[in-house]
């Protein structure tokens, strides 16, 4: 839908109307250079993420696009500026609820997999639910249930170095809707697979989208895979520039 004004175009996304599940405020995020310079890589990023939003966010090598998502899931601080999740600025929080809120309220994909290496691919999937407090034999049902979808059936009792880097990715999806997250932050969940895992885990999300109406924010570098979702941001020069 869109509606013409004066002078600019505004475009509602489909999700227009529902609860913000995340917004970022101003957000901005230097690092110091050896040199001592200071290095600038995001300037004053405004996001807002709805219920149900499917939001891709594209950009160059060395753009930002890690270090923004790592500062929406609280995983990493902002030079300035906020995060709210549900209403609740996530620096304000003591870090145990700031823990407890991304264990219930996000699902976290991250570039390199971080599954736990002593750990099988059906106890990295069920830890989270675990660590929620879902009793064992529920969680294990669960990882399972998710390691089937994204076809991972006959390898749930193997440890990550007993996995390819395909089928880890995959498990690391499958233990990122552990817990049926309101919103799933993705950094490149497809970067290692063939086109057609990467499709079929592609599908995977979206599902999970669709019946759930969990928020998906992905960062790729594919954009045959951006184009699938409803919203595309560039990350260009440490601005957001929405592309649809
Ligand atoms: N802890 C850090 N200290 C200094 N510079 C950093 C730090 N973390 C990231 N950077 C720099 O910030 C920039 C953005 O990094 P980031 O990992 O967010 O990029 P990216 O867009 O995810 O790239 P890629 O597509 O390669 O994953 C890079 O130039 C990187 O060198
Ligand atoms: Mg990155």
Redesign the pocket.
């Known amino acids: 839908m869109s509606t013409q004004t004066a002078n600019a175009q505004i475009i509602l996304p489909t999700s227009h109307g529902q609860p913000i599940v995340m917004e970022a405020v101003n957000l901005s995020k230097s690092?110091?250079?050896g040199s001592g310079a200071e290095?600038n890589?995001l300037k004053n990023i405004n996001l807002t993420v709805r219920m149900g939003d499917k939001i891709a966010i594209v950009?160059?090598?060395?753009?930002?696009?890690?270090?923004?998502l790592h500062l929406l899931g609280g995983l990493d601080t902002p030079t300035a500026g906020q995060v709210f999740i549900d209403d609740k600025e996530m620096l304000r929080m003591k870090e145990v609820d700031r823990c407890r809120l991304r264990n219930r309220k996000l699902g976290f994909i991250y570039?390199f997999h971080h599954l736990l290496p002593e750990f099988t691919a059906q106890e990295n999937v069920a830890m989270p639910a675990l660590i929620k407090g879902v009793p064992p034999y529920q969680a294990m049902k669960k990882a399972d249930v998710l390691l089937e979808k994204v076809g991972m059936t006959r390898r749930l009792d193997h440890k990550p170095a007993e996995l390819s880097g395909g089928e880890r990715q995959r498990a690391a999806i499958a233990r990122a809707m552990v817990n049926e997250p309101q919103c799933i932050c993705a950094?490149?969940p497809t970067g290692n697979l063939d086109k057609a895992t990467a499709e079929q885990v592609f599908r995977v999300l979206l599902r999970l989208n669709q019946e759930f109406g969990t928020s998906l924010i992905v960062?790729t570098?594919d954009m045959a895979l951006a184009e699938k979702m409803d919203i595309i941001y560039a990350?260009e020069e440490g601005h957001l520039e929405r592309r649809k």
Do not use: M, N, Y
């Not at 950009?59 to 923004?68: D, E, F, H, I, Y």
């Open positions: 690092f110091q250079e290095l890589i950009g160059a090598s060395g753009s930002g696009k890690s270090t923004l570039q950094d490149e960062v570098h990350l």
